[in-house]
């Protein structure tokens, strides 16, 4: 038995195992079926957005993302500091180089330092962004919802958009997290930008064992998105191809799993914020340990908790408190 406690453990006691059982007695288990068509359609209606394109994993929803938005070999992306390295990885699968700013309070790509790197060391001619100190063109920026904390990008998105960057949201950990003040008020996590991303892996909120989604609400991005997660097929019978694919199409089994997770979401986050008021509860009258707070612009998901240590209190070092 493992001596880790899992981040996040699926919940699968609703209708996972009548849809799955559907699958197999068609033999409907591959990437077509009933159930891809359906959980796409219920991810798009849940957040809000035009269109949901569902992929292998959440790191594919990346890769293809940039692709759509333009980001070219010997690009630049900017990406924030913190955070897991899919979207790193997603940059890199592209040719491009990634610029990493700094983090705010609630452990995300910092709005304000963000903005300032943009007007303080770029230069915008002929209708791209250059990095003054490299000269590459800056195609893109992905800001992570890291731990279901929703980025403020209330005004860094005009910015990207004067600037000709586009803004590719990696939801991926902040299914449920919905905007209530500001600008972007009543949008969810992943429908602010041109396109967002989110990832059903093991451990998110709700799983599909692994998966991910393109959302977006331009259709040319759409139908590109789910020509190129398709092998990029011009000809079906002929199976031409004028341009390089990925075989990153979810399977039929997989979205039946996410379309009975996704019914049971409101269960799922009642419960998180039961176990996040929980720790905030226990913590606050404890010396030297906290509960990290979550933005209050954002209703949130609670997906994991944080907690703080004040090394003033605790003199040993990150290691061994670990331990």
Partial sequence: MSPYIPLCVPFLSGNEMEYVKECIDTEWVSSAGKYVDLFENKIAKYTGSKFAIACVNGTSALQVSLRLAGVKSGDEVIVPTLTFIAPINAVVYNGAKPIFMDADSFYNMDAEKTIEFIKEETVFTNGYTYNKATNSKISAIIPVHVWGNAVWLDELIPLCQ???IAVVEDASE?????????????????TVGEIG??????NKIITTGGGGMI???????AERA???????????????HNEVGYNFRLTNIQAALG???LEQLPIILKRKREIF????????????????GVPNYADNNHWLNLLQIDNKVYNEDREVLMK
């Fill in 174 to 190: 902040s299914l449920g997290t919905m905007y209530i003040d500001g600008d972007n008020s009543g949008k969810h996590t992943g």
């Fill in 162 to 164: 004067e600037r000709n």
């Fill in 259 to 261: 379309v009975a997770q």
């Fill in 277 to 292: 008021n929980q720790y905030q509860t226990a913590l606050n009258n404890i010396d030297g340990l906290a509960h990290a």
């Fill in 197 to 202: 991303c989110l990832s059903f892996n093991g």
């Fill in 226 to 240: 789910k020509y190129l997660t398709t092998q990029a097929k011009d000809d079906l019978v002929r199976y031409i």
């Fill in 215 to 221: 959302l977006t609400d331009d259709p040319n991005y």
